[in-house]
């Protein structure tokens, strides 16, 4: 048995979660918009051709902010195609599809609505610039009597939008991006772009793009470069991330939420060193806007070009999977002071939480679950959570602890919810924890444990399939091992890979 401890203190508060820390994403790449979220005709959809079944399970899920419409496709997106009763199909470069443009901002818009979601929208500055999208926030943002604005009206929506989040491009830091460009030519597009976007908006929030992952040969300088010339002008800076079992070495892939700890952390150390150097009073925060397991593979391995909708990208996520998940969640939310945007990438059918065949059924990956549990309970103060745990030596990076973990507290209800996941193949864990500080007036003999949820399995490879789409899901945990908490100590069990949700309340 593996023991670890740490202590539980309201007086150490890493920050306030951002509800935008739930956020995913909808790319026009593969199926997450056609036959995922949009099929006219199925049996589920609506008058708008939104699948019901799918809208059913984003609420579920707990999602806040969705990003669109790109990811790689927006750096060659004509937005205009997407509008209006005549709608264009082009060839999409980036994904080498044919996309039709049948769903577009306005369809967009509707579906964030009734998801109940807040849209974030990529502008593109791959093969576009200022003026495209200056007028993108016109058509979208302003009220009326512009030519742009009475043609979303004649559109047929009278009211703008409101879209507050906007992403100055996509990647621009990566080769494979259309438009690709070196730091200090991005850094003043961005820059102009957002000074622009802000006369026409000065409500807007702003991200410029940093490194598409943390072991671009440009990281850091390219951040240092694109904050120097946009600092004034840009609220965010984005984080890409993606990470996957290679080489049958788990105990590496379960070490992807502290690798996820350290990029951030030396984003946010490049935020505050170009700060320092400008002098600013200002901080630059963090959008991790795409995050995720993803099972790479080369474009030709994965579809035949110029297809409508191909099946792209469409990865089978497995326990192992769910749990590396719930170590990005936990590193999100242990940097909550910093990190106020995050989308989940993608979130249909692409690299997704949530499936569907089209004409078919909707279900939820196993990493679904991980994901609406934080986003439904990580909600209010992150306390500082500084385990003692033993550690395993990884391939990828070096010694790791075997427990990861991050705590919230609401402050209304004094509930708080323990994040933890047990990262060793070979054996429980015992962990206990100090929470005599969270006794209150009102509760001077403290918290009890209100649940015990585990995600577990006897296989690591289990999957959630069509045929069997509750295979891995959160159970409760009984018994022995199950959260107990006594004179002022919590004391769980933590099974063998393990994602755990600990509530403790009065
Ligand atoms: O999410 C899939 C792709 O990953 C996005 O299009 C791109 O931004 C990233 O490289």
Redesign the pocket.
Known sequence: MHRASFTLDPAFSVGAVDPRLFGS?V?H?GRCVYTGVHEPGHPAADDNGFRRDVLDLVREMGVTVVRYP????VSGHRWEDGVGPVRRARLEP?WRSVETNEFGLGEFAAWARAAGIEPMMAVNLGTRGVQEACDLLEYANHPGGTHLSDLRAEHGDAEPYGIRMWCLG??MD?SWQIGHRPAADYGKLAAATARAMRMIDPGLELVACGS?HHSMPTFGAWEEEVLTAAYDDVDHVSL?A?YREENDDPASFLASGSAMEDFIEDVVATCDHVRAKLKRRKRINLSFD?WNVWYMKPMEEEAQPWERAPRL?ENTYSLTDAVAVGGMLIALLRHADRVKIACQ??LVN??APIMTEPGGPAWRQATFHPFAQAARYGRGEVLRVEPVSPTVETAAYGETPLLHATAVRDAESGTVTVFAVNRALDGPMELTADVRALNTPDAPDGLRVLSHEVLADDDRHAKNTRENPDRVRPRPLEGADAAAVDGGRLRAVLPPLSWNVIRLGR
């Open positions: 994403f790319e790449l790109g990811g790689n496709f980036a996509n990647e990566g598409s890409h993606y795409e990208l990438a993608q692409v690299i």
